[in-house]
């Protein structure tokens, strides 16, 4: 029997190449290690893209880069012939803001206005460098709302004030541009394409703009959130000067009413309106480099899922997305999860045969989370007993059939 694994990762707990090896080793402990197991590690296009992108047979690599508030981090990017995977959060991440940058373990309002995409831009030029001119870039856990100011500059751009000085990074620093030097911007992005992995459809401004919607999650108070819109909204108007005819059809304009603008602190809104990015869901991006369609084939069975499985799951999360490719090719689909608010009509109507659950297994949720690999493995010898019971009820049937 052959089986694919294509879950995400279990958020706070294990990586989705972590579940893959502990559905596995539950799976063929139940199968006395007679099952034919794919794994194939997925994302949404946020955190975990890389890992993907490596259980698919892309390269790692890694540079030195600046982090969100400009300390030196290494981060990782993968590389398959020409073509790269960038996960935003490796090198500009709220996970990687030091601990002198938070209040009470969270970020503070200082990081919210001077965190830089810097890094994410230098991770493009690392890109570059390895050969890549096709670049796949997946926003998600970013620390900045600088419109990807920071991006540009570590493409070589220079962000000037009125006394021709170079802006300090970050958002709130854009309140006071002037003009953008592009005289040594990268010229190999001339003949690289851009695919955004994103399922942020928020535009760069207003009410539903980058700094409003996901401003406080960064730290931003109200007050840093009128002053981080103000300062992207300059960002445009100098950019629209830069890169375009005045006007309100000039491509910087349009590009900051352009869905997914807003994604990863207006990152998104910088790779549409320069880099000519193209915005694609996450999770079809993930399935397409993983070739999860080709490895269905000859597949009895996928157990895909997260680490909650609710509502917002049904949006387009990766569990959704691997059940649409498997009922394409007529393989059923089982989910496992941490824990799940999905009622079984809601899981059937989604594509799912049956949802396990951690909480099924032990009550206690911090449990589950500290507990996941040990917890996962019950879950995969319970799928595999299932399976085989499954399967000798169809034999005797057929024998039935047979006898009469």
Known sequence: MRIVIAPDKFKGSLSAPEVCAHLEKGLQRGAGGNLDVVRIPVADGGEGTLDAAVGSGFTRRSAVVAGPLGEPVTAEFAVRGNEAVIEMAAASGLALLPASALVDGRPGSTAARTATSLGTGQLISAA????????????????????????????????????????????????????????????????????????????????QGAAAIFGPQKGATQQDVGMLDAALARFVEVLAREIGSEGPYNRAFKAAEAPGAGAAGGVGYAAIAVLAATRRPGIDVVLEFTGLAERLAGADLVITGEGSLDEQSLLGKTPMGVARAAAAQGVPVVAVCGRTTLAQGQAAAAGFEDVYALTELESNVDRCIAEAAPLLEQLGTQISGRLAATTLSRSATTKEDLHV
């Open 128 to 207: 570059l460098d390895a050969g890549c001119n096709r670049i796949v870039l997946g926003v998600g856990g970013s620390a900045n709302t600088d419109g990807g100011a920071g991006v540009l500059q570590g493409l070589g751009a220079r962000l000037l004030d009125a006394d021709g000085s170079e802006l300090p990074s970050g958002g709130a620093a854009l309140a006071r541009l002037d003009r953008i030097d592009f005289s040594g911007f990268e010229p190999r992005l001339r003949d690289t394409r851009f695919v955004l992995a994103s399922d942020v459809d928020n535009p760069l401004l207003g009410a």
